[in-house]
């Protein structure tokens, strides 16, 4: 199972007075099988950003069910040897989630977030794995082009919260990459996700 994570910072990412970060975490499979968007509460950095989106991606782990086989009501599907791979563009958040997984205690900003993230990686449901993948790259890179993918849909749902987060939230059809419609022009839905559909929640959509 390949889930990627990402953080934003927004249209004001430069600016921490007008800053409102979004982060997000999505299974991809080929297609987006279910993940998880929302607004950042509280302080609003990037980093932090990130760090949410590891966090929210394991709590959502940990009160899933494991059915044998995929669908997509209830997707987490998990391989015969349980391993989760979490798939991250941050170099901070796999640097210090090695660390963790190495068995030493990290010591760091964001705290309230790290402490339950270390519980769930050493003694979690699933045995998890984290790796750094490359953002923003092309197929010249010679990354895998599946993980290419995910992270590009981690990264525009992670910009819709941002985006929620700064002007509200939305129900329309104009989500993370996706065109809305114009006059003679259908929307089109770049992501492969459309609005109101189960696939990728809202952060307070979620009923655990």
Not at 97 to 121: C, F, K, R, Y
Not at 201 to 207: A, C, P, V, W
Request: overall charge negative; glycine content about 8%.
């Amino acid at each position: 199972m390949h889930i990627y994570l990402d953080g934003a910072g927004g249209e004001h990412s430069a600016d921490p007075r007008l800053r409102k970060c979004g982060f997000a975490w999505v299974q991809y499979i080929g297609v987006l099988a279910w993940g998880q968007y929302g607004a950042l509460d509280g302080l609003q950095t990037v980093p932090r950003s990130e760090v949410k989106a590891l966090h929210t991606a394991l709590v959502a782990l940990q009160n899933s069910e494991t059915p044998v086989i995929w669908n997509p009501q209830n997707p987490c599907y998990v391989a015969e040897d349980h391993v989760v791979h979490l798939h991250t563009d941050n170099k901070w958040v796999f640097d210090r989630s090695q660390q963790i997984l190495n068995g030493h205690t990290v010591s760091s900003v964001h705290g309230d977030l790290w402490g339950p993230i270390a519980e769930m990686l050493r003694h979690g449901k699933f045995e998890v794995r984290v790796h750094k993948v490359k953002a923003h790259v092309d197929e010249t890179s010679g990354q895998d082009l599946a993980h290419t993918t995910g992270n590009e849909h981690a990264d525009r749902w992670a910009k819709q919260g941002a985006h929620e987060a700064l002007h509200g939230r939305t129900d329309s059809a104009q989500y993370a990459g996706c065109t809305p419609a114009t006059e003679g022009r259908p929307a089109v839905c770049h992501c492969a996700v459309r609005a109101r559909v189960q696939t990728i929640q809202r952060i307070d959509q979620m009923t655990w």
